[in-house]
């Protein structure tokens, strides 16, 4: 498979329930990135990773948890989320933290019941 | 701090015409300025960028934008629409930040064609 990838495309939660986001790149990437997307909002950058590392964490609250084992690989932990978390979470990676080549993958549809 | 504005949350335009999608931006350094295209159910797609070398900038699918430096404006075009080019669009600006760069989106521009 090629690109970045994302599983599930679609998620259904309630707010007691603990989940996992999972976001795989095929482009031999190093750094990984999680965005929020909202009806009516830009789209909002969560966290940046550059070679496992987490560079950026762009005040999410503690209910998201990233975890990023190797440059391939990006997870977002979910836990006690709320329904205004209800959203479409986009991975994208990049070779480094420069914006000028970021892919993204297709979403996960994350719906808090 | 940047900023983008899109004018217009939803253009609808007959196959065939003139696409025109409005972006104009606020950054206080030089900017890069993007735009993405997002089809249903589907990740960003890079439709083109600008990176201070040529301020006319073509990208896929048929899609150019001018930089303009005096109006703070990277608007989007295409000659003739086409039933697949229903969308939405996103303009991105980043700042000249090497190896930090960071995208600031607009709202977005919901385009659908009508045949």
């Known amino acids: 498979e090629t690109g970045v990838t994302q599983t599930p495309r679609h998620l259904v939660m309630g707010m007691t329930n603990k989940k996992s986001l999972k976001c795989e790149q095929h482009?031999?990437?190093?750094?990984m990135y999680w965005y929020k997307q909202s009806a009516k909002k830009p789209l909002e950058l969560m966290f940046v990773y550059n070679f496992k590392e987490q560079t950026e964490n762009n005040s999410v609250p503690s209910r998201f948890s990233p975890e990023c084992p190797n440059s391939s690989h990006l997870f977002l932990h979910l836990h006690t989320l709320q329904p205004e978390d209800s959203a479409l979470y986009l991975c994208a990676s990049s070779h480094g933290t420069g914006s000028l080549s970021q892919f993204f993958g297709p979403g996960t549809r994350l719906t808090v019941l | 701090a940047q900023s983008v504005t899109q004018l217009g949350s939803h253009v609808s335009v007959s196959e065939g015409a003139l696409v025109l999608l409005r972006c104009n931006y606020s950054?206080?350094?030089?900017?890069?300025l993007f735009w993405y295209v997002q089809y249903p159910n589907q990740g960003l797609q890079l439709l083109l960028k600008?990176?201070?070398?040529?301020?006319l900038v073509k990208g896929i699918n048929g899609f150019e934008a001018e930089f303009k430096k005096s109006e703070t404006s990277f608007h989007l075009t295409k000659p003739s629409a086409h039933m697949s080019d229903a969308a939405e669009y996103f303009c991105?600006?980043?700042?000249?930040?090497?190896?930090?760069?960071?995208?600031?989106f607009g709202t977005g521009t919901r385009l659908t064609i009508i045949p």
């Open positions: 482009l031999g990437h190093n750094a």
């Open positions: 991105a600006v980043s700042d000249q930040n090497f190896g930090n760069e960071k995208l600031t």
């Open positions: 950054s206080s350094v030089p900017p890069y």
């Open positions: 600008y990176t201070s070398a040529a301020t």
